[in-house]
């Protein structure tokens, strides 16, 4: 069977585009205190830097919902890597040629942000529409492939920096490109889904006019924020708040998280068809809660840490637990239903680290009060949670 007729290669394909993902939302956070240090940036525009990325993706989002099924699938998702690694290349070039770094920082990531969102809204439903068994556990599954990205930004980036110092980052911006150039190829090769172009689904307004969407898109907000705030800052509250190395750090913080979020998924993905949903996400948003509080309020920097992995695992399920929720509840959304709830999820994923950077900004630059107020969102999800009636279809 060749590429063209195989659809496990459209899943290979995917799971990339979640890897690129977790390149696009991960490197630059990893330099936020080198870029302090060479440019001058301050926490609140860092802040910005996080609300940008963010803020584009929600509204590619938005606007994707009505011109994603005229240019088709497949040209939307190969144009999504190209923006993707056009924006990774530019960030190794205007901060340094621009007068004004911070604007060629800004520019940079407005490119990849555009990118990430079309990714965010087409692979969902892609992966949904290739023919598999267990919908629930291959969305799972899918998801599992942005902490591996994660993990996988983290140590190499680790070890280009060990190798070459942070001063050298522009060039390992140019090598991290080259992932979403090859994979824009190797989507234009894979199998599009009938049911992608076939499917009419519910349209937007109808959508909004459910109680039930707005319950879900409140959900995948907070599940958004809850995951985001914390590992948008983890390196930065690991290196400056608990006074560890940069390596230390970005292995002990945002790469613990990464790994336990994807054993996280990776467990639910192989167990989802004998636990129900809606009692896995409330344990884990009550972990989440339990997880933001140890790393804020523990003066020992060990217990910190275990706070900020332990957060990892507690998130792991909300964003693809939220998505398969959604089918169940409403099973005719369509691609309208997708790229509004990822718009939800995304604008979490600008106000929940934004949030963090304001209010450590009040508090005299101090990261730890700015994570405390991040409590407020996994304990707004657990109550909306509550709201959801959980039937046959909602169980798998």
């Known amino acids: 069977?060749?590429?063209?007729?195989?659809?496990?290669?459209?899943?290979?394909?995917?799971?990339?585009?979640?890897?690129?993902?977790?390149?696009?939302?991960?490197?630059?956070?990893?330099?936020?205190?080198?870029?302090?240090?060479?440019?001058?940036?301050?926490?609140?525009?860092?802040?910005?830097?996080?609300?940008?990325?963010?803020?584009?993706?929600?509204?590619?989002?938005?606007?994707?919902?009505?011109?994603?099924?005229?240019?088709?699938?497949?040209?939307s998702i190969v144009g999504a890597h190209f923006l993707a690694a056009g924006g990774l290349c530019c960030l190794g070039v205007l901060p340094f040629c621009l007068p004004n770094p911070y604007v060629g920082v800004l520019i940079s990531i407005f490119?990849?942000?555009?990118?990430?969102?079309?990714?965010?809204?087409?692979?969902?439903?892609?992966?949904?529409?290739?023919?598999?068994?267990?919908?629930?556990?291959?969305?799972?599954?899918?998801?599992?492939?942005?902490?591996?990205?994660?993990?996988?930004?983290?140590?190499?980036?680790?070890?280009?920096?060990?190798?070459?110092?942070?001063?050298?980052w522009r060039i390992l911006s140019f090598l991290w490109a080259i992932v979403p150039f090859l994979n824009g190829f190797y989507l234009s090769a894979v199998p599009m889904p009938k049911l992608l172009s076939e499917q009419k689904g519910l349209g937007i307004r109808t959508l909004l006019r459910k109680p039930v969407f707005w319950l879900l898109g409140g959900i995948m907000l907070c599940a958004g924020a809850s995951e985001i705030a914390m590992s948008q800052w983890a390196s930065a509250f690991a290196e400056s708040g608990l006074g560890v190395s940069k390596a230390v750090g970005d292995l002990l913080g945002p790469c613990m998280f990464a790994f336990l979020m994807g054993t996280a998924r990776v467990m639910y993905a192989k167990f989802s068809t004998r636990i129900s949903l809606k009692t896995v996400m409330t344990a884990s948003s009550l972990l989440c809660i339990a997880s933001y509080l140890l790393c804020s309020l523990s003066k020992n920097p060990i217990l910190s840490l275990v706070g900020c992995g332990l957060c990892g695992l507690s998130v792991g399920v909300m964003w693809p637990g939220t998505f398969s929720l959604s089918t169940k509840q409403i099973p005719d959304g369509g691609t309208a239903m997708f790229a509004l709830l990822a718009l939800f999820g995304d604008l979490g994923c600008s106000t929940g680290p934004a949030a963090v950077g304001f209010i450590t900004s009040v508090f005299s630059d101090t990261l730890r009060y700015g994570i405390l107020f991040a409590v407020l969102f996994p304990l707004l999800l657990t109550v909306l949670l509550r709201f959801i009636r959980e039937n046959k279809k909602t169980k798998s």
């Open 111 to 168: 490119i990849y942000a555009t990118g990430s969102g079309l990714i965010e809204v087409i692979i969902s439903p892609l992966v949904e529409a290739c023919p598999t068994e267990n919908k629930s556990g291959s969305m799972s599954l899918l998801h599992s492939f942005y902490c591996w990205g994660q993990m996988s930004v983290v140590l190499l980036s680790t070890v280009f920096f060990g190798f070459f110092t942070t001063e050298n």
């Open 1 to 75: 069977m060749t590429i063209r007729n195989n659809f496990k290669h459209t899943l290979y394909a995917s799971y990339i585009g979640y890897f690129v993902q977790a390149i696009i939302n991960n490197f630059v956070p990893l330099l936020f205190l080198t870029m302090q240090n060479s440019f001058g940036f301050s926490y609140r525009q860092i802040s910005l830097l996080i609300m940008v990325n963010f803020t584009v993706q929600l509204f590619i989002d938005l606007l994707s919902a009505g011109f994603v099924d005229k240019i088709g699938y497949r040209k």
